[in-house]
């Protein structure tokens, strides 16, 4: 055994160099935990990096110590999210002591964060928040309760800085499955304390058996609690006076510690640290969609804690643009980036980053609107575009009230929504639902609504095809959006939407989402790491697909499943070029309005496209002033036709107009 | 509560022209006053008197004014709503892609 091999691993076998199960060879320790250590590893067949963490000699002969080790692989692999760290494999070495082989994750746990940073701006602590939400809805919709919710237990996969990370929930080491409960393994003992104390709960602290879902709850609003203000809501010099102060304190309000947050999150804090686990949040969803909520817009800047905007939208708002110095554009040339070539839908190999934004663009085209955002399933917004400077917050707001309100409908029949239009007195509120997200654009009530709704239609069925290309479980068609800025509008070309790279460009996201997925089905979690681990170099070009594909294809070990795997993966990329399809629409300008703070006189001519490339930054994004904008009837982009009037057979007579050269029927 | 545009005669016209399953003349409140049609009028506008007391506040978010109208589509079904002062009609219908113009023809004839 080398002599830095870690002392407590006094089995020989546990040593960089060593070989476990025949699978995998250390490299180096990477850290040691209350039960065992982690160590970085190479897995032999694939070539990718792991984790394995063993169990340590001391705990090797313990049943319970066993039983949790083991039942901490079975939760995590149940759980299959990716805010859960994945589980590769699960075993015991020549020695008999158990191991967990995992994904490698490269990056930081929210403790080391906070020791770096202090406190964390409410936009990061909403991302934590929503991310744990996700990989502890999926566990304790399997009926697993974490139980050790904490900083470090919660590890941020890429950039903190730019909220950039993905959350994965580590260590279900003293996890509780209810489906054990009756059972002859029971994870705890009573008046045992399990987890990590300045983030256990009430019933945690007490010593209960009786602790669920809700105890994880708990801790993680302790977490964002310690995250919002840099201190954990409860804290003492003993054991025992933090113990009493999780039994029977009330925390000081994180509004007193970090002025400038919103009051909402006072109460958010109260109903999330109540020590009665009936009085909190019902679900993880709850409690993320009302932090949400309770952060409300300062969710969307790192650093702002007091840019709080009303929304208002008054009646013509749209059509009044003072000249003011803080009416700003943004150029934007057509031929910024590499032209767009225009054809017909292979959007497997289209450019994801552009294709979302592109169909919320087509949209945002039509007169009259306001603004367009995509939001997700938690009411958080994705990306987001407005003429008028509405924030992102306000589509979640909206989004989420109309949910709660449609709650009864959905019940009636048990199925979706798909569709809602509101016509109020001043303005148009529709919405789209793609997969688990919504398309939400807002418009004055000036906006023609059957074009806006057959606009509005072609941008979801876009957006769920991209959704389709990504897989049936949409996880890369989220992530792909996820990834989005704000208001990115990269390009309005009218009818095409698909931008086919050339053979030198890098191949989409969404086609290497496909690809892992097809790449899973021989070899499962293992094939997916292996993807990732080779894509750290770069992405492989359209013109190196195919040697990526076939590289990929020698790890399969069957040759029937390898000669499967590779039909499949070639077909994702076809590099023969496909027709052209002329460009419909001209070049856009779409020019900023102020922000709509006030009311504003009516009837003014809307802003429309013109042949002068440009998008709408956002309200606060410095900029020159621009000129106002008169309504070009020639560049409008909803011509009516008079001619186009013609009489049914019921007498009825019919009006048309034209959208992006499409005829469309109008009933008045 | 009773008027010329919406008693049981016209109930039946309005069904008729708008082809759809149902239509119900529902109370602020979610009574159901009057209703033409094969469907569950009691529970539609009960339960259509839950959302639009919701829906309402997003005209405040957003300063929009009065709900006037609204629709919703789900995977079966397609409700339309027109909102009046103190009542609303409801109708009931199967899910279409383009509930538009039927949307426009109740609110037509709720006037």
Redesign the interface.
Known sequence: MPANSPSSDSLPSIFPGATISGRFRLERLLGRGSMGSVWLARHLTLDVDVAVKFIDAAFRDQKDHRGRFALEAQAAARINSPHVVNVLDFGAEASGRLYIAMEYLQGEDVGKLLERSGRLSPAITARIVSHACRGLGRAHALGIAHRDVKPENLFLVGATEDEGFVLKILDFGVAKSAQKAGSDFVGTVVGQLVGSPAYMSPEQAHGSLDVDYRSDLFSLAVVAYHCLTGVVPFGGDSLAELLIGIVSKEPVPATRLTPGLPRAVDDWFQRALDKNPARRFASAKDLAQAFHMAIGQHASSATDYSSSTPAVIARGAAQVRPLSGSDTVVHMSPAAGRAPSAHHADVSNHTPSAAVPLALAQVAEVANVLGIALVGPEDEPVAHHSLMGLPASTFSDVTRRVRESLDTFESLESTRSQALALYFEHATVLIRWVESHAVIVVGTEQVHPTVLSVSLNAAASKLQTLAKQAGSAAIAFRSTISSLPDNELTEVSGTALVVRPSANDPVSDVTLARLTQVFAKPLGAVGRLAIQQRLKGGKPTVQAYPDFVKRLAQLIEDATEREAFLVDALRLVQTEAAPPVPLAAKPTVLVAAPPPTQKLAPAVPALTPNPVAAIAPPAQRPGPAAPPRPRSATTDPVIPLPSAAAADPAGKTKKFVMYRGRKIEVDE | MKDSNTNAANMNAILKELKVQGVAHSSEAGEALESAGGFDAE??CA?TS??????R???D?????????????????A?YISERSDSRLVAAGE?V?????T???LHRAAR
């Open positions: 529970t539609l339960v839950i959302a639009a007391a919701q829906l506040d997003i005209g978010v957003l300063s929009a004014g009065r709900l006037e109208r609204w629709y919703l589509v789900t995977e079966q079904q409700y899910a892609k383009n509930a538009e113009a949307s426009k023809a």
